[in-house]
């Protein structure tokens, strides 16, 4: 167990001192939980909005947070994974949890889960049994306990399991979305379309999904899905209209028509054609439950706050400039989407210097399907490997997959992130590049790290691609 005092790495360390996962999945547990609470009239009103997909579930959910607030409505929100520090999954007005409520919320968790092995498997011990909470589970058990503390009106639900399985479904909701849908992890189903139906079972029955801008041959097939569930489907497009006017490498200029009222020159703090795309799913999910729940706040209201939340977004690892001299910009792309995503924010931004790209990969991602956008629109190519998370892809396999794709782009290769780091800035300074770095949260995480000064292996790292996301 944890005092109050424990630090940041003491609660990482407890937590993959769980097993990482189960080897199926428990909902029971989860339902557990939610009864322990049912007497509590704040989980009873709850109405959560869950958000999955490919890419994109992190940003959207970010900046459903920003509206709830400059909205004056009280937000919780889940993430996964973290990037830095593992605080960063659970917040409460915008604010991570603080190590001393993490303590004591993990330490409330852990006792649930000897309570649950002492119910269901008696003759088990609480530190060997097969049932006692993964790290998964004391994540949703703590943010939980942290939300019934603090009594967020709105909690924001970012999946973390696709969504049939997902530990979000402790949190009521009527209210969920799919920001996009990729052939990325085989372990929800062997087509595309699986992996929708799959990622659809986020929401309840009865209640209503919203969806990204999807494949027509996708959407009518979900359609069928989810009118056999019980579940209205909405496809972003019948409440939001958008179209880019400007952008600049820090943020850019939308046209927006949302339920027939204009939101012209609507600035996000933010670049990209898929951050224009999460703002418009953000705007439809923000005005659905706003007119559910707080049906006073009326439409130039509505405007205003959303002026003043997406004029200020800043999110880590979202093509973030984090450094000036050179320019370094970290982007936590890790899939085909938004590599290819990436790749159209790089082109669009590219002014008279070139761009070299920093590359590594866990060994669940596939390398081809990314690389073959970017190598399009970067000048030089440094490949590595990221020591935290999942065996990653060796820098000589990545660096063969790239001369494949193209000869155009010389490559070099470096065992490390730090070696990577060093070479690039060395590079870069000499030739005025500008740097991107990409592949992952792993890579981004180091990366940060090893710019601030310290060591990337000092990282404590969830095991990236437990789960499928």
């Given at each position: 167990?944890?005092?109050?005092?424990?630090?940041?790495?003491?609660?990482?360390?407890l937590l993959l001192a769980q097993p990482i996962r189960r080897h199926h999945p428990d909902m029971h547990v989860w339902g557990w939980l939610?009864?322990?609470l049912r007497a509590d009239p704040w989980l009873e009103q709850l109405d959560a909005i869950r958000v999955t997909g490919s890419k994109g579930k992190g940003s959207t959910c970010r900046m459903l947070d920003a509206l709830g607030s400059a909205l004056g409505i009280s937000t919780g929100r889940t993430s996964s994974p973290h990037l830095l520090q593992v605080n960063e999954r659970i917040s409460v007005e915008g604010h991570d949890i603080s190590n001393t409520e993490?303590?004591?919320?993990i330490t409330w968790a852990l006792q649930r889960s000897n309570d649950y092995v002492a119910q269901f498997d008696p003759d088990g011990s609480p530190s060997t049994s097969g049932l006692r909470f993964c790290t998964y589970d004391v994540?949703?058990?703590?943010?939980?306990?942290?939300?019934a503390n603090r009594r967020p009106e709105l909690v924001i639900s970012e999946a973390g399991k696709g969504g049939r399985f997902d530990p979000g479904w402790v949190f009521p909701s009527t209210l969920a979305a799919i920001t996009s849908v990729e052939f990325e992890h085989a372990q929800l189903g062997p087509s595309v379309y699986h992996i929708a139906y799959h990622k659809a079972d986020i929401c309840s029955p009865g209640g209503t999904l919203v969806v990204a801008p999807l494949d027509p041959s996708l959407l009518r097939a979900l359609g069928a899905y989810t009118r056999m569930r019980g579940v209205e489907l909405v496809d972003v497009r019948e409440l939001v209209r958008w179209r880019v006017e400007s952008w600049s490498t820090t943020s850019m200029t939308l046209d927006v028509e949302?339920?027939?009222?204009a939101i012209p020159e609507l600035?996000?703090?933010?670049v990209g054609e898929h951050q224009a795309n999460n703002a418009a799913l953000a705007l439809a999910l923000a005005w659905l439950w706003v007119g559910r729940h707080r049906p006073e706040i009326g439409a130039e209201t509505f405007i205003a706050a959303a002026r003043d939340a997406f004029a200020e977004l800043r999110f880590a690892g979202r093509f973030s400039l984090v450094h000036a001299e050179p320019e370094i910009?970290?982007?936590v792309a890790h899939t085909s989407e938004g590599a290819r995503a990436l790749a159209t924010t790089i082109a669009a931004s590219r002014d008279a210097s070139p761009t070299m790209l920093v590359f590594g990969l866990t060994a669940d991602r596939y390398p081809h399907a990314m690389l073959t956008p970017l190598l399009d629109v970067v000048d030089e190519l440094v490949v590595t490997r990221p020591s935290t998370g999942p065996r990653a892809h060796e820098p000589l396999q990545l660096a063969a997959i790239a001369e494949q794709i193209t000869k155009r782009v010389p490559v070099h290769c470096e065992e490390n992130v730090s070696a990577a780091l060093r070479y690039a800035l060395e590079r870069a300074r000499s030739l005025g590049l500008r740097i991107v770095v990409t592949g992952g949260h792993a890579i981004a995480a180091?990366?940060?790290?090893a710019l601030a000064g310290h060591d990337p292996d000092e990282l404590v790292r969830f095991v990236w691609g437990a789960s499928p996301s």
């Open positions: 167990m944890l005092d109050d005092e424990a630090t940041g790495a003491e609660i990482e360390a939610r009864e322990g993490f303590a004591r919320a994540l949703l058990a703590s943010a939980l306990r942290h939300f949302l339920a027939g009222h600035r996000l703090g933010l910009y970290i982007d180091e990366f940060a790290h």
